[in-house]
T-cell receptor, first 116, second 109 residues
Framework: GAVVSQHPSRVICKSGTSVKIECRSL??????MFWYRQFPKQSLMLMAT?????????EQGVEKDKFLINHASLTLSTLTVTSAHPEDSSFYIC????????????FGPGTRLTVT | GQNIDQPTEMTATEGAIVQINCTYQ??????LFWYQQHAGEAPTFLSY??LDGLEEKGRFSSFLSRSKGYSYLLLKELQMKDSASYLC??????????WGAGTKLIIKP
């Protein structure tokens, strides 16, 4: 079964509005979650690393004031796209990193954002 | 339910060829991705197949059979740097990504 869920799966919003995307770890507590953005037929682009209880670490070129990340609990991280513009239209994917000594990463199903 | 199966781990020798299989049962099909991921890094896009057949891209090739719900990634002339996890992901009828668990490929000298 699914390990990671995202909500909503698809959202259409008007330019200038804000959209919140949720990422939930279903089977375990995740201290670390990642947010990615994917353009058609391209690699996933890491946007930020979200750590529970602390500020997210953003990759170079990603505006932290535009893409607000909140990792308030061990099972939930949210990405808010503020003042969305059409160029923000994309596929946003989160993933969770399991704890312990092994490196295992589980990806969510993605959220398709369309800004009109 | 929706399911993607791929082997958990494979081992191969440097210079050899390895085939990583992926079988899927999904509600609809709108394409299949293969990604390579090194530990601690973001996945790197390798291929996208939506039509049946083989697509070759340098040392990497990807094959798809929609009728069989089957794909494979073929890696030739293996190099040590090819040691990584290889992820298979299918786009379903709702354009959601269904991810396989990944295959950890270990290359030995």
């Amino acid at each position: 079964g699914a390990v990671v869920s995202q909500h909503p799966s698809r959202v259409i919003c008007k330019s200038g509005t804000s959209v919140k995307i949720e990422c939930r770890s279903l089977d375990f507590q995740a201290t670390t979650m990642f947010w990615y953005r994917q353009f058609p037929k391209q690699s996933l682009m890491l946007m930020a690393t979200s750590n529970e209880g602390s500020k997210a670490t953003y990759e170079q070129g990603v505006e932290k004031d535009k893409f607000l990340i909140n990792h308030a609990s061990l099972t939930l991280s949210t990405l808010t796209v503020t003042s969305a513009h059409p160029e923000d239209s994309s596929f946003y994917i989160c993933s969770v990193l399991t704890g312990g000594s092994s490196y295992e990463q589980y990806f969510g199903p993605g959220t398709r954002l369309t800004v009109t | 339910g929706q399911n993607i199966d791929q082997p958990t781990e494979m081992t191969a020798t440097e210079g050899a060829i390895v085939q990583i299989n992926c079988t899927y049962q999904t509600s609809g099909f709108n394409g299949l991705f293969w990604y390579q991921q090194h530990a601690g890094e973001a996945p790197t896009f390798l291929s996208y197949n939506v039509l049946d057949g083989l697509e070759e891209k340098g040392r990497f090739s990807s094959f798809l059979s929609r009728s069989k719900g089957y794909s494979y990634l073929l890696l030739k002339e293996l190099q040590m740097k090819d040691s990584a996890s290889y992820l298979c992901a299918v786009v379903d009828s709702n354009y959601q990504l269904i991810w396989g668990a990944g295959t950890k490929l270990i290359i030995k000298p």
